[in-house]
């Protein structure tokens, strides 16, 4: 007997769909407080070579977080597409993590330099998380 992983069409697991859910309220969170209390805070995540005012950036990413909600809750037929578009918002954002580093700038609880440093680990855990909990299941069949 041979065992065959294949994918299912548009399918993902419970515990993908959980995950997705829980990424969506965490991006329409951050999407909400882009936009309101936590503004001010999110400056120190602009880095200086961006040729745009600092705070349009801000608006920008918030209003870009919150479409990414939407489009993950509203358009499920284009999850894995949209997964891997949530990734490259969060590859792309992530020079504002390596910015608050290198520029020691303080804002949401990361004070120091270490507490920063250990920030821009969790970039690439949140790409990840983009991309498994949109990923297609595998399923194995035995032949």
């Not at 602009?46 to 939407?70: C, H, M, R, Y």
């Not at 284009?78 to 520029?103: C, D, M, W």
């Amino acid at each position: 007997m041979t065992q065959d992983i294949q994918t299912t069409g548009s399918t993902t697991t419970t515990a993908q769909d959980a995950a997705r859910v829980a990424l969506g309220l965490m991006l329409m969170t951050a999407g909400t407080s882009h936009l309101t209390f936590a503004r001010d805070a999110f400056t120190a995540q602009v880095p200086d070579w961006v040729p745009l005012d600092i705070d349009t950036v801000v608006v920008q990413s918030g209003v870009v977080e919150i479409s990414l909600v939407a489009a993950l809750v509203f358009l499920p037929q284009h999850k894995e597409t949209l997964g891997r578009v949530t990734g490259a918002f969060f590859a792309a954002v992530f020079p504002g993590n390596i910015s608050q580093y290198t520029h020691h700038r303080s804002a949401f609880g990361l004070d120091t330099d270490a507490k920063r440093f250990t920030r821009l680990f969790f970039q690439p855990l949140l790409i990840g998380w983009a991309l498994w909990s949109t990923k297609k299941a595998a399923i194995t069949t035995k032949n």
